[in-house]
């Protein structure tokens, strides 16, 4: 049985390729400081875009050409799993990312619900057994069910609190079962619409005994994955918790969680809170939270997570800076929370997309290890921060200075002298080095 008939497994073919279904720049194979590529950059396909979702919008319904979608029910579940191990095996992603509404149909009940799950997980597990594909993380689906609609660990309601409680122990001991590297905790609508009937505090008080209880039962059963939040300052919520890496850091402070988790940062929703990509890489790796990646990208002209295949050569590069710099993502990985536009609709779009995800995470990649091995912004870091080597700067670095000191300094001061920041000859520098990066290959 194929899912997939007229494509086959997919090759590097290099730069010069025309063949749509290779690879020109991700060679699996190709080692950079001392690792393949396919070891470090840890791709991931997430299921629901993949082989749940129809692509529907909210003006019209879904388009998607999937030979799944011939059953209906737990058919549909098992067919997909079926398609899914092709398709990772074609496309070779060692990993996947699923909710549990992802793999099998909600029952009318918990434990229907449950049971469903079950089935489905020993299916996946089978398949896992044959193939080397691992499981980067599950998450539970907390927001699409109508119970949701106040939110779900924030919910005013304390029956949705512990049904949510309920989930989310079900997809730990799943991740469990199933050998997950991370668990994923993205607050779809743990946020707000408006104040006028919200208990602020109380929300965010239990969401932290949430994030508490889920830490008490892994280590209660000994699921050891990484646990990671993911930030996402609007949508469906008004108001988001989770609103940035910045906030969620602050709330994972406030609440003494911060040793229990990390973040997986999606690109969409860096640029919906306003930051860059990087901006959101950056923060939460110098404190020490960069755990994972939703590698995505949005349209600028939207304000909503279009949730596109990565294409920006110029932000996956700066993404990929990021990571090298972190040391990789260890038990993380780029999964592709990316969904093919509406309009391409066939099978195949699902190859050509993820080919496109992965090339130019690769080039990024490249082109930043390049950056990397030249100290390019290292150097000018260095020299614009030298004031705080030497000095006064020093003895403020150091704890040496303090208002007095610095105020006889200052009367000192004949004139205060500032560098030149060379912004432009700084984004010049970074395009040299992406048009050269396959200069010998083209
Ligand atoms: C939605 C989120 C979601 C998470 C997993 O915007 O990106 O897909 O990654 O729940
Ligand atoms: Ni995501
Ligand atoms: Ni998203």
Redesign the pocket.
Known sequence: MTWFENVNKIKYEGPQSKNNLAFKFYNPEEVINGKTMEEYLRYGVAY?HTFTADLSDPFGSGTAIRGWDKFDGMDRAKARVEAAFEFFEKIGAKYFCF?DVDIAPEGETLSESNKNQDVIVAMIKEYMKDSDVKLLWN?A?NFTNPRFVHGAASSSNADVFAYSAAKVKKQLEIGKELGGENY?F?G?REGYETLLNTDLGLEQDNLARFFQMAVDYAKEIGFDAQFLI?P?PKEPSTHQYDFDSQSTHAFLLKYGLVDHFKLNI?AN?ATLAGHTFEHELRYARVNGLLGSV?ANQGDPLLGW?TDEFPADIYSTTLAMYEIIKNGGLGSGGLNF?AKVRRGSFDPEDLFHAHIAGMDHFAVGYKVASKLVEDNVFENIIDERYASYKEGIGKDIVEGKADFKSLEEYALGLKEIKNKSGRLEVIKATINQYLLTAYAGEL
């Open positions: 629901w909710h998450t689906n994923v993205w779809g993911e996402k999606e929703h939703d997570d929370d």
